[in-house]
């Protein structure tokens, strides 16, 4: 006979350094292998021997290791949530929810019995532990929603009763220190959590709908946003395009893609790359997503009048070396920009395009004068996140007809399909990958800039020593990276790649 070893209470584990590694089912009698962190008291084995009733395999960690492996033990733990909603109250006073939230509550060690509260915090917790970008918390007339945006792609995780939906909303706007008696008009917050050792920023969204306030929770891991520019996959050409550009001590420096593609986690590499304490860095961002030691960052505020021209004009009397736009959607942004590069600064920032040379268009339908482009922008990096497949579980196929339009007519193969196992979550694919443009702007490209040549005569120059988007995502399909499908999702709206295949 087999029984699955307790967990031992959070709050004692993470206090006295004393884990569970593996709670599986054992025999009786069986030792139960533990964690000790480093500096830890022994005497706290003895309480865990007591409570697990089993002899002790003591392993010694590292206290990062230790607090990584809490995290994943107590997040994987769950917390009940399907149970509690069922023992809500549905004429339950919302006052005992409305209390002081700490400036960093954690997620795992939260004591609180409030059916509402527990499910909320698991709600989350699965989300960080799923790897989700954003929860989205949807009211209907005849239930409640929550989904998860996973690897780009939308996933529900579980359908509640509808009259949860106002404990629920009121709970999450308490948490972001929102108004919760105006229901009428959007409003945005932000929640600061710990999940063990893991700081969490979530960004908080409401929106007046139908069937009641729609929630969407941006979750920010700090560190997920702490990637170096060797970290985002990128082609040798393309990294050694950005770190190039990087070098120049002035000039424009330009990451489009659509929402959701990585503009941010790449301007964000390319900061902490120049962040070497000899520069003033200074930023202006819609939000500030991540903190970054030794950079000045500031956050847009629309309703005091602070915009991006607003903060980047005012960023550029505290002498900067270097300065990142969150992004360039207006014209006044745009010639401060090239003003600011004029003048000798290095400015990054994002533009929203299809591809890279769309930017110069862009840029030009703004306002900005040809042969002010010509002489500031650097380099045009375009973007796209493809989901991997997972590397357990994916399976060859045969190559059929329709992909010769992705792969070319005499393309043989090898080509991959999605299976799905558990350590996918059975959805075929396990992380993403990028895949890029990069345009340089040479002598060639600044003539026909200049001169106000059309797309298609930049794009000619432009690709003429360089891969686009589509040949990038190729060669992931042609390692086994992704599919042809996930390929078709995300890069066949780029003009002059797939087409309506």
Partial sequence: MTATLPLLPYGFAKQHGVLVL???????????RVGLREGAAPAALLEARRVLARPLVVEPMASGAFDRRLSEVYADAGLGASGQVDAMDPHGNLDALVEDIPAAAD????????????????????????????????????????????????????????????LLVSRVKV???????????????RISLSMGARALDVRVSTLPARGGERVVLRILDKEAGALAMEQLGMPPQVLDALRGALRQPNGIVLVTGPTGSGKTTTLYAGLASLNDGRGNILTVEDPVEYAIDGIGQTQVNAKVGMTFAAGLRAILRQDPDVVMVGEIRDTETAQIAVQASLTGHLVLSTVHTNDAVGA????????????????????ILAQRLLRRLCTQCRAPREVEPGDAAVMGANYAGPLFRAVGCPACNHTGYAGRLGVYEA???????????????????LATAAFARSERLESSARAC????????????????????????V
């Fill in 22 to 32: 593996d709670a599986s089912a054992q025999a009786p009698g069986e030792p139960a």
């Fill in 477 to 500: 399909i042609a390692r086994g990276d992704t599919t042809v499908e996930e390929a078709l999702r995300v890069t066949r709206q780029v003009e002059g790649g797939y087409g309506d």
């Fill in 360 to 379: 110069i268009t862009r840029l030009r339908d703004m306002g900005v004068e040809p042969f002010l482009l010509a002489s500031t922008v650097r380099l």
């Fill in 439 to 457: 345009v340089r702007i040479d002598d060639t490209l600044r003539r026909l800039i200049g001169t106000n040549a059309d797309e298609d005569a």
């Fill in 175 to 189: 948490m972001a220190r929102l108004d919760i008696a105006e229901k009428r008009v959007p409003q945005d917050g």
């Fill in 107 to 166: 997620l795992l060690e939260s004591q609180d019995d409030a059916p509402v509260i527990r499910l909320i915090n698991g709600v989350i917790a699965e989300g960080v532990r799923l790897g989700a970008s954003d929860i989205h918390i949807e009211p209907f007339e005849a239930a409640l929603r929550v989904r998860f945006r996973v690897d780009g792609v939308m996933r529900e995780a579980v359908a509640l009763p509808a009259r949860i939906a106002p």
